[in-house]
Structure formats: structure tokens, C-alpha cells
């Protein structure tokens, strides 16, 4: 279809009084969020660098003893009246925008918040072993000076190595090496009786190694993660490139700026990063990035932008000038374009702060940003949290490539969200079948952009308030959450897990497989330790009656199996 269908009709929805604290939400965010943040970031910060003066000898050390400390705790756990195991880290303390609400329930906390050191950065073997509280500006900060960083860096600064490898984690670089978890080569878990192990693609724990991306944590506890590096230089030439059309148009407008033939990985015109933001219905930019040394970007006649200082332009409106000057070419400094959506948190600092994006308050305040997603959780009460979910979206589709223009006309006619955010990553076909997994036989499809070895996707990141509620009209965040997680399941996408789900257990097992994760956690003693994924992922306050039956249940696996409509 060519051209979109009118959007659906609502009628007007009359204000209540959330409506009206959400629109000036911005005074606590001013005097109480920001300044708060600010200070954390800046401990933070401290904390990083009291770390980064101890030898790797030390962190080891350190590391060895907080491992035993953890022993020790899941050791006086009582099964029979201590609820199941999940971390001591408080529910709104997490970036993702679920409730946590297995933690208002019964459970027994095991305490990881030591565990925020860089163990070592091995330039021999190009891997940084790290653990799981360590987060992306605390990585980079460390290994760009080096001009080494992880394959994979995700762009907020506060994501962490464990959220990115137990739940999701994408940047602009996927298309190449896949997502965060893609690039781990081993990990170090503590399992439910207590014993250690480290598990890697090719040794006795290869099952497990396969089975934690995705899993919650909820095979074992990650002590710590070894992860791919890669060698980089000192600037990021960006090409920016504005599209216009439908959105079909647009989708393969994104497609074509950096998706060869079928198995043609050689060629020489793939990009070292890619991402398109879309802004209406009709217009995009397509942005496509390769590192270049500080020489090339300081000879004569080309711009170089700082992107990082803290009164310059939010980045996607930076990018969105091109609709207007036509395509441009600048050299950014690596560091700061890893985390150029940091400081606007994408767009959403624009409805958090309606003003934040003026040159007066970038210039006088900007410095102050971005507010800690976790203090605007902390902040924001129950009454508040539950208008977000039916008034707000933030979530991400992951679709198959040659499926993209599908998804753009499905959100636009469904939620009248933009800007969109669209960022490719490879989902490998690998020795066993992992809760997400590419289609049978795309292989022989040979589409654009797949190799014999995997097939390529698209995250379609849907973050934003919908075009309905804008206009003042009724809009149920819940079912179109629900008609989003149903349009998935019947193309072969998933929806990550760090948001808000409506699936009830038997979907959930239809979007995601069950057999290996299944079979972990009866083999290394998870079920009636651990939460299993659905129940940490599920919506809602927990029952007494549900921790019971969590203690003692498992998957109900033929769900894997089952893909038909009900």
C-alpha cells in the first residue's frame, strides 16, 4: 500500500487532574530532579575514578571477595519462607519503564552493588572484562582514550553492562556485530546452589552461555561479563542525509543507506554506524557514520562538532536541520557521538522539560542535564506512573529488515507517534535456538541485507506521546501496547523486555522460545530459586498466591510451540 490510510477517529477525552500535574511536572524536575541528578552523576563520577586508580590486581581481588559475599548470602536463603532471589537494587533505580513489581512481593535480595568495577582491559586479547553494574560512560571514558571500545556501545550513559546482557541492548554499530550480548564471549554466573562458573560459547556450560542474553537474570546471578573490543580512532564522520516520501518511501530510503546485497559483507560502502530518525509521516534523515582519525578531520575545509558540550543543539534536532540545508557532512569527536542521545534522553527531554531544548536554557542550565531517569521514576507516584502507560509510549520493535515499511505504516496509522528511531542489528542463526531467533529459511530468501549466517533487523524505536493525546483525544495506551505486541508475534519481531508488556504467559511464549531457556533452569537448579522471565516481565503487583506458584512452577513449554491464532 502506497499510500497511509486516514488515522483512526477519537473522540475528545475530557482532562482530569493528572493532566494538569503531568503539564507542569517540570517545576520538580527543575528544583528537585535535576540538581539531585547532577550530584549523583557527579559521585558517580568520583566512584569511577577512586576505581579507576586501584591496579586490575586489586579490582580482581576485590571482586574475588564481593563473589563470596554472594555465596555466602544465596547460602542462607530458606526456600521454604524466603521468596525468590532477585537483587537488593531498588525498583525505580532501573532505566526500563517497568514497575518491577515482583519486588513488592515476597522475595529474598541479594545485594550486587559493589560489582561496578572494569576488572581489566586486555589489549592482547581485545576483550574488557567487566562487571555488571559498570556502565557505558564509565567504559568509554576509560577505553576511547585507548582508541578501543566495546563493538556494541549503547547510547545512554547510564545503561549498564548487566541490563544490556540480561535484557536488550542495540547502538548504530548492530548492523555489523549484532546486539550487546552478540559480543560477550564469556560470562561469570553464580548459580542457585552457589557454585561459580564460567561459561563460554565452546566449553561445558555452552547452554548457558546461549541462554542468559534475554533471561533477566533469572538463570543466575552475573558476576561479570568479557566483552569484545574493537579498535577505533578519534572522530566519527557522519553523513547526514534527508529523505522524503511516504513512509515506505522512507523506510527504504533507510534500508538503501547501508544494506548491501545478499552476503556481499565485503563491501566497502557499509558504514561503521547507522541510524535514521524519521520526524513525520513524509520526511526523515538518514545518518551514516565511519571513524576517522584526528588528521582527516582537521584538514582544511572540514567541520568538526562537538556535540557533547552541554549548550550545543539537542542531537536529533541538530539532525534534523538537514531537511532544511540538504545533506552535510561533519566530523564528531568519538566519545561525544557514542552519547549523543544522552543528554536530550532521545526526544523525550522535550516533554520532561518543554523549554530544555532553548538556547537561553541550554546555555545557562544545560549543563545540569540530562535528569537520572530513575529520580523522574522515583518522583513520579502511582497515579502519575499509570497515566505514562495509557497516555505515553516507549517501545521498541524489533523486526525483520524487508518488514520495516510494515511497521512505519502500522505505528503511524495505529499511534501517530514521531520522531521514530530506526537502528539495524544482525540476529545471527546460531548452534541452538535462544529465546529470540531469525526466521526459518531466511537464507534462502536472500534479501537485502541478510548473510548466510544471520538475518538482518530493525529496532523501530516508538518513544514518544502519541498524536491522539495531543489533540485531546481518547487514547488506551494498554491496547495499543496489546495490538503492537500481536502485530509482532504475527510477524516474527519482539518487543524487549525493559518495557511496559501486556502478554499474558501464553503470548509471551509465542513471541519468545522457551526450550532452551527451559531446559537451563531445570538443569543448573534456577526454577523454585529464581523468578522465571514472564513472571519478572509481567505486569502488576504480585499475590501471595503467585509467589507461591512462581516458587514452584515452570514454563509451561508447549506455549513455544504453539503459533496459532487463538
Not at 149 to 157: H, K, R, T, W, Y
Not at 377 to 400: C, F, S, W
Not at 523 to 548: D, I
Request: with cysteine.
Amino acid at each position: 500500500m502506497a499510500d497511509l490510510e486516514a488515522p483512526l477517529v477519537r473522540p475528545k477525552r475530557k482532562k482530569v487532574w493528572v493532566d494538569y500535574f503531568v503539564q507542569f511536572r517540570w517545576i520538580i524536575v527543575i528544583f528537585v530532579v535535576l540538581p539531585i541528578s547532577f550530584t549523583l552523576y557527579f559521585l558517580t563520577y568520583l566512584g569511577d575514578v577512586r576505581s579507576e586508580w586501584k591496579s586490575y590486581k586489586q579490582r580482581q581481588k576485590e571482586h574475588e571477595e564481593n563473589v563470596k559475599k554472594v555465596q555466602k548470602r544465596l547460602k542462607e536463603r530458606n526456600p521454604s519462607k524466603d521468596g525468590l532471589v532477585c537483587t537488593a537494587r531498588k525498583p525505580w533505580i532501573a532505566v526500563g519503564m517497568r514497575n518491577v513489581d515482583y519486588k513488592r512481593a515476597r522475595h529474598f535480595e541479594v545485594d550486587l552493588s559493589a560489582f561496578r568495577n572494569i576488572l581489566e582491559i586486555d589489549q592482547e586479547r581485545m576483550i574488557a572484562k567487566c562487571e555488571p553494574l559498570v556502565n557505558m560512560g564509565q567504559i568509554t571514558r576509560a577505553s576511547v582514550p585507548m582508541n578501543l571500545a566495546l563493538a556494541v556501545v549503547a547510547e545512554l550513559d547510564d545503561l549498564t553492562v548487566g541490563g544490556l546482557i540480561n535484557g536488550y541492548g542495540i547502538e548504530g554499530s548492530s548492523h555489523l556485530y549484532g546486539l550487546f550480548s552478540d559480543t560477550v564471549v564469556a560470562y561469570e554466573i553464580v548459580l542457585a546452589d552457589g557454585q561459580v562458573v564460567r561459561a563460554t560459547k565452546d566449553n561445558e556450560y555452552s547452554d548457558l552461555f546461549y541462554a542468559i542474553p534475554w533471561s533477566q537474570g533469572t538463570l543466575g546471578l552475573l558476576m561479570s561479563a568479557e566483552i569484545k573490543l574493537i579498535p577505533i580512532k578519534e572522530y566519527m564522520k557522519l553523513t547526514y542525509k534527508p529523505v522524503r516520501g511516504n513512509v515506505r518511501d522512507l523506510a527504504q530510503a533507510y534500508i538503501d543507506s547501508f544494506a548491501p546485497d545478499f552476503d556481499d559483507e565485503n563491501n566497502e560502502k557499509v558504514p561503521d554506524f547507522v541510524e535514521t530518525m524519521i520526524y513525520n509521516p513524509h520526511e526523515g534523515v538518514c545518518m551514516t557514520g565511519k571513524y576517522a582519525s584526528k588528521e582527516e578531520a582537521k584538514m582544511k575545509g572540514n567541520k568538526i562538532n562537538s556535540v557533547g558540550w552541554w549548550f550545543k543543539p539537542w542531537f536529533y534536532q541538530h539532525a534534523e536541520t538537514a531537511l532544511k540545508k540538504g545533506e552535510f557532512v561533519e566530523y564528531i569527536p568519538t566519545r561525544e557521538y557514542y552519547h549523543r542521545h544522552t543528554r536530550c534522553l532521545y526526544w523525550e527531554g522535550k516533554l520532561i522539560l518543554p523549554f530544555g531544548d532553548q538556547w537561553w536554557f541550554r546555555f545557562l542550565f544545560g549543563w545540569l542535564m540530562p535528569p537520572k531517569v530513575s529520580l523522574l521514576k522515583a518522583t513520579q507516584g502511582e497515579a502519575i506512573r499509570n497515566y505514562y502507560h495509557e497516555m505515553h509510549v516507549i517501545q521498541d520493535m524489533l523486526v525483520p529488515l524487508y518488514k520495516v515499511p510494515d511497521a512505519l505504516e502500522w505505528v503511524d496509522r495505529e499511534m501517530e507517534i514521531y520522531p521514530l528511531w530506526l537502528c539495524p542489528h544482525r540476529l545471527y542463526k546460531l548452534p541452538c535456538k535462544t529465546m529470540i531467533y531469525p526466521e526459518e529459511g531466511f537464507e534462502q530468501e536472500r534479501r537485502q541485507g541478510d548473510t548466510s549466517y544471520a538475518q538482518m533487523y530493525t529496532d523501530v524505536g516508538v518513544y514518544y506521546t502519541p498524536g491522539p493525546v495531543f489533540r485531546g483525544e481518547v487514547f488506551d495506551g494498554a491496547d495499543a501496547v496489546r495490538r503492537l505486541e500481536t502485530w509482532l508475534i504475527e510477524n516474527h519481531g519482539f518487543q524487549p523486555q525493559y518495557a511496559v508488556s501486556e502478554l499474558d504467559e501464553k503470548k509471551f511464549w509465542r513471541m519468545f522460545d522457551a526450550g532452551l531457556y527451559e531446559k537451563c533452569r531445570n538443569k543448573y537448579g534456577a526454577v523454585g530459586t529464581f523468578m522465571s522471565v514472564y513472571y519478572k516481565s509481567k505486569k502488576g503487583r504480585k499475590t501471595e498466591k503467585e509467589v507461591q506458584e512462581a516458587e514452584k512452577a515452570q514454563v509451561d513449554t508447549p506455549y513455544a510451540e504453539v503459533d496459532q491464532p487463538e
